[in-house]
Nanobody, 117 residues
């Protein structure tokens, strides 16, 4: 079972940028879908973006045009480049391997992103 660990969170001013990384413990070549979710206290975890093994991407309307998800197959990593950050982007961001026929899926422990002046 491939596990994932997130990194790259932190404190950033509105309008700033951050790049989150999701490091997998094994090869991501055979993983059909990986994605990023976020969650704030008292709210459900929401899907932010996902990417397929053919590099097809999907974004939530709230981040479209500002966030970019990508896969680095050489490093078994999925990145989330976040730009033009807003206060409402503040959340814990989680990486997820979506369940498939060949794996049961997994979640990382999350990385905190705080947008504040």
């Amino acid at each position: 079972q491939v596990q994932v660990v997130e990194s790259g969170g932190g404190l950033v001013q509105p309008g700033g940028s951050l790049r989150l990384s999701c490091q997998a413990s094994g090869s991501i070549f055979s993983i059909p879908v990986m994605g990023w979710y976020r969650q704030t206290p008292g709210k459900q975890r929401e899907l932010v973006a996902h990417i397929t093994s053919s590099d097809s991407t999907w974004y939530a309307d709230s981040v479209k045009g500002r966030f970019t998800i990508s896969r680095d197959y050489a490093k078994n990593t999925v990145h989330l480049q976040m730009s033009s950050l807003k206060y409402e982007d503040t959340a814990v961001y989680y990486c997820r391997i979506f369940p498939s026929a060949t794996n049961g899926g997994s979640w990382g422990r999350g990385t905190q992103v705080t947008v504040s002046s």
